[in-house]
């Protein structure tokens, strides 16, 4: 497996990767505009030239926000998303971001599970964050500082 930024040529198998992991998946134009800003940090995970994974992450100043991040349905389970998120935050700490923010369903156990594991704290809830379900949202946090 090979992890690299993602490039504008990604973009379709990415938006596939988001439609089937997500209720209200991002648009090719979303992930295409989110290339377009320099300080974002957005990683493709790769298997002979598939894409099988992407993080993305949004960076302001010296924090970064988390805003997704699937791994391909038949690609789960193999420790492709503990990967990206551990390339994703060397990526951010080299860019002096000493903390990423998070959110995410409350009963989203896999990736509750899995931001536990790369070592984010939960720091509170956001009521009724997500829509179609409806659902509230774990707010979780890595901090450079607490490593």
């Keep these: 497996m090979l992890i690299r930024p993602m490039e504008t040529q990604d973009i379709s198998q990415v938006a596939d990767i988001e439609s089937k992991s997500f209720s209200m998946p991002w648009s090719e134009e979303g992930f ?5 800003y320099d300080d974002n940090i957005l990683l493709v995970a790769t298997e002979a030239e598939k894409i099988v994974g992407y993080v993305c992450v949004y960076v302001s100043f010296d924090e970064g926000e988390l805003t997704n991040i699937a791994v391909a349905p038949d690609s789960r389970g193999q420790g492709i998303g503990f990967e990206l998120m551990d390339a994703v935050k060397t990526e951010a700490m080299n860019s002096f971001v000493s903390r990423i923010v998070l959110e995410v369903r409350v009963s989203n ?3 509750i599970t899995l931001y536990e594991k790369c070592s984010f704290t939960n720091i509170g809830i956001r009521k009724n964050f997500y829509e179609q379900p409806r659902e509230d949202a774990y707010i979780m946090m890595y901090s450079a500082e607490d490593i």
Excluded at 32 to 36: E, N, Q, S, V
């Design 32 to 36: 295409l505009d989110a290339l377009g």
């Design 109 to 111: 156990n896999p990736a």
